[in-house]
Each structure stands twice: as C-alpha cells, then as structure tokens.
C-alpha cells in the first residue's frame, strides 16, 4: 500500500501459550546456530541472544536452562565478550560450550591460560565422572575440539568429569548448582554421542518438555495471522521454492482468498518448473497464483553483463521494478507476507525495526530473491510466520500442510536462478543449453534414487569452450559442469562421491541430447575453499 493510504493497525497478539525453553547466548561461533537446531531436534524450544543480553531479559524468555555458545576470542583479552553476572544468580541449569565453558571458569573464579598444546579436530575424551551430563555414554568418547586455551584452575565446587592426552580440563560440572562446561563441541557430528550429551543437558537435567512440535506450531501460526490479518489483504511473492510455497499454503488455509500470490516469472527457472508451478497450485489446491511475463525484460536487462554481483543486482533491480508495479495494479495490500526463516533474523537482529511500532518493516523481498529495498511509498506490514524456524523446520511443516514432495524436498535454490549458473553473459540461448542439461543431472538423480542423499546438485554452464570430435569430425563447443554436494546447513560441504555408472550415464545423455555441448566435468571441490555455487 502507499504511504498516501492509512491502515488500521493490527490488536496486539496475545503470546503464545507458555512452553519450555533453552535461552542460547551467542559468543561468536560458527555452530552457534546449530546448537539452537540440535535442542530443536529434541522438541524443545530455543532460542539465540546476542551475548551480552541481561539476565533481566534472558528471565523474560522463562527458559529452563542457560547455553553458552563458543567463539573466537580468549576470555583473559582485553574487551572480550562476557555474559551479565546476573546469569549465574538465575537459578537454573548452565551450559558452556568452549569458549563458553572458558568463561564460566572465568568468570566463576577459575583461571583460562594459553594452552601448551592446541587441540583442533577429534580428540579421544576420557570420562572422569559420567554424572548427569555423561549419563548413558561410552567411557571414551570422539569428540570434536577447536581451542588455543585452556582451563588451568577450576571455579570454587567445581570438579573434572572429562580430560584428554592434551587437554586435562575437557569438562567440567558443578552438579549442585548445574552448572557443566564442555571443552570440545556436542553439538557438530564429529562428535559422537554429543546429541546424547545435548538431550542430557536439555531434558534431564532442565527437565524440559518435547512441547516443541511442528503440529503445534502450524495451529498457533494459523491462529496469529488470522488474528493479526482480519478481513485485510495479503500479498506474497511466490518463488516455487520451500520457504515461500509452505507459507503461501499456511496463509491460504487461515485467509483464504485474501491471499494474492504473485510469480514473476523472470526466464531464470529450470525446465518446465514455472508452468508445473502454477497448474500445481491452481488446479491441485484451490491457490489462485497471479502468473507475472517478464523473461524478455530481464534478459534485456542482462545483455553483455558477466559479473555475478552486477547480474545479482540487475535481476534485483528489476524484480522490484515488476513487483511495484504489479503491486500497485492488484492492490492495495495491507500485508507483505515474507519466508523469513530465523537465521535472516538472527544475520540482521537489531535492524529494520521501526522505532515507533517496535514491527520490522519491509526493506527487503525476503523469499528466494534477497534483493534490495522496496520504494519507500510501498510501506506494508510484514506477515512473518517462520521468523522463528529453521530451514529443516519449515520442510516438517510443509509436511504438515500437505505441500507437494516436489517441493518440500526440493534443493536449494539461487533467487537470480540458472542466470548465475550461466557463467558470462547469459542469453535465451545459453539458457535454454543449460535448462536441458540441468533436466537431464535431476532426471538422473532422481532415476537412481539419490535426490535426497545429496544437498544440491545442478548444472553449470562454462564462459568457455573446448575441442572434441563428433561423428569423425572436430568439434569447438560448450563444457557443462556437475556440482553436487553433501551438507547438513548449507555453511560447509563436501562434493558428492556419486557413482561412476551414474556420472558415465549422465555426460553420456548431456553430450547425445543437448546441442553445443561436447565436454562434461565433475566439480570435487569441497566448501571451503570453494563455494557451493560458481557464481
């Protein structure tokens, strides 16, 4: 809606219904996020503060145990992170992890030095004393480290329950308070049994309920946009992905028709998806898409344009341009309905929020398009029902709803699409080059029961070309490329070791069906150093 247009702002929600929680504080580490997910895992609520939030706000959350995150620094440096005093004064179960176990010796009266010997990587840990934290567990346990410190002296009521050859201090307990630290990290795979580690601390030890459930979460999340919503409308910008379909089907069941979806079909999709797309919604489940022709405008907007970043921007750009306008024709709107999922909060905490409403205000196309701002007239109130979940999250609740399997399990997939899968300058030709090899990777996957043992697997289309010989005769044409990988989130990975009878079968088919193209390669390149994309 425009700035020039008024609307009635929304009754306060009431909150949700009172359930058990994990508070994490967040001292800077990669697995941070992942620490939250693994809790999830167990049906328990978490949630990620920045460290420095006060014990006052922490209680707000009414959580039944505390977690200290890792992170980068040394808790004896000038300036490094600590966490209010007030936490330890709570009165329930505390956590640290790494550098979270570091400052709760610390700052419970321990002293952390600069360890002789550092650990990175598995480390065999020997347990002292099983207790709480270790019930259930080998006596030897792999486990995952990544420290330069070490605790050297412990916190008074402390006592050793873990050590390895390098480490002596690996894990400590001060079980009448609850108090636990552990040097290495439960929360990644390397670690084995460090979910059991995990479920010890959650629900033994804070004696939490699995009342985390996606089935609740779908009836509450119905119940909050019907509430917050009324009889206005609700505009959502459809990208076929997980993220904005599940939502399009959540918002259709607690609005119906004052949903509006919009696909803006900019000519970047794979083969036949936009058509399958919309016939899926319309004809299968009663969802009314608003089917938006932009190929041409976008391709015009690409001629001689190679750099990724410039393709991202223009096909940004241009995005929003075809969003105001259509906004404008279909409207007015009073809410933008976004996939935000709870790592975009986590990334841009503290921003976008406007001070007199304490609401997040649209400055961003969230869905699969990350790209710049809305104009300034176009001011909606933002419908944000995942801004709490993961992305495996929002797959169980696609399950939930009924969303097809085609796409809740669909890969991740870029907003600029196969446009920055087109190395160089992408044409409706070399578009349509790697839309058939691309048809044929997937096809080939699926065929050999592999779609959901890998994270992603597409097609690249090479800025080069190479000499082969066809029919006896010499060739000079285009290379394609096969990037598959395996992950857990998408933040590392590793290629996919597929089989050759599989990877012979598809360079075969691409190199037989596909004009122009006489080469293909694999990508065994691993995340780092290489990224999962190309471009």
Request: net charge neutral; with cysteine; glycine share 8%.
């Amino acid at each position: 809606m425009s700035s020039t247009q008024t609307a009635r702002t929304p009754e306060k929600l009431k909150d949700n219904a009172l359930q058990d929680s994990i508070a994490i504080l967040d001292f800077g580490s990669q697995y941070s996020q992942l620490i939250a997910r693994r809790v999830r895992e167990l049906n328990t609520y978490s949630e990620l503060l920045p460290f420095h939030t006060s014990a006052t706000e922490v209680s707000r959350l009414k959580p039944k145990g505390v977690i200290l995150s890792g992170g980068p620094n040394s808790v004896y440096d000038v300036g490094a992170p600590e966490c209010d005093l007030a936490i330890w004064k709570l009165g329930i179960p505390i956590l640290g992890v790494c550098y979270g176990m570091q400052l709760m010796a610390h700052q419970l009266g321990g002293m952390v030095e600069s360890a002789a010997i550092r650990e990175y990587g598995r480390a065999q840990l020997t347990v002292v004393h099983h207790g709480q934290l270790f019930n259930g567990l080998e006596p030897t346990i792999e486990s995952w480290m990544s420290h330069g410190d070490s605790v050297t002296e412990l916190p008074p009521g402390f006592s050793i329950i873990g050590r390895t050859m390098a480490t002596p201090v690996a894990a400590i307990a001060d079980e009448e308070r609850g108090f636990y630290g552990v040097q290495f990290h439960p929360e990644v795979v390397h670690t084995v049994g460090g979910l059991d580690i995990i479920r010890n601390f959650v629900l033994n030890i804070c004696k939490c309920s699995q009342s985390w459930t996606m089935d609740k979460f779908i009836e509450e999340a119905i119940s909050n946009v019907q509430a917050r919503v009324g009889t206005r409308r609700v505009l959502l910008a459809l990208s076929g992905g997980v993220d904005s379909s599940t939502l399009a089907f959540l918002l259709h069941k607690a609005v119906g028709d004052q949903l509006t979806c919009m696909f803006i079909d900019q000519g970047f999709m794979r083969k036949n998806e936009p058509e399958w797309l919309v016939e899926t919604f319309e004809r299968d489940f009663r969802i009314h898409v608003h089917f938006v022709k932009a190929r041409d405008r976008f391709l015009e907007k690409l001629k001689g344009v190679t750099d990724p970043e410039e393709k991202r921007k223009k096909i940004g750009a241009e995005f929003i341009r075809v969003f105001e306008e259509e906004s404008r024709r279909l409207g007015p709107f009073d809410f933008l309905a976004q996939g935000t999922l709870y790592p975009d909060v986590i990334e841009s905490a503290g921003t976008n929020i406007d001070p007199k409403t304490g609401e997040r205000v649209a400055v961003k196309i969230k869905s699969h398009h990350n790209v710049g701002g809305l104009p300034e007239d176009l001011q909606f109130k933002l419908v944000e029902p995942f801004d709490k979940l993961f992305k495996d999250e929002v797959r169980k609740v696609a399950a939930g709803l009924g969303v097809p399997e085609g796409i809740r399990v669909r890969h991740p997939f870029p907003g600029p699409g196969l446009a920055i899968r087109v190395l160089g300058e992408v044409t409706k030709e070399r578009l349509k080059t790697l839309r058939e090899a691309d048809w044929i990777i997937r096809e080939e996957i699926k065929a050999h029961k592999l779609y959901r043992q890998v994270w992603q697997i597409f097609g690249v289309l090479l800025p080069t070309k190479s000499v082969g010989v066809m029919g006896d005769q010499r060739t000079y044409q285009n290379q394609v490329v096969i990037r598959a990988v395996t992950s857990e989130d998408g933040m590392t990975a590793d290629w996919a070791r597929l089989p050759y009878d599989l990877l012979d079968t598809i360079s075969r088919r691409i190199v037989n069906e596909v004009p122009g193209v006489n080469r293909v390669v694999y990508d065994i390149t691993s995340k780092p150093p290489a990224t999962i994309e190309w471009e």
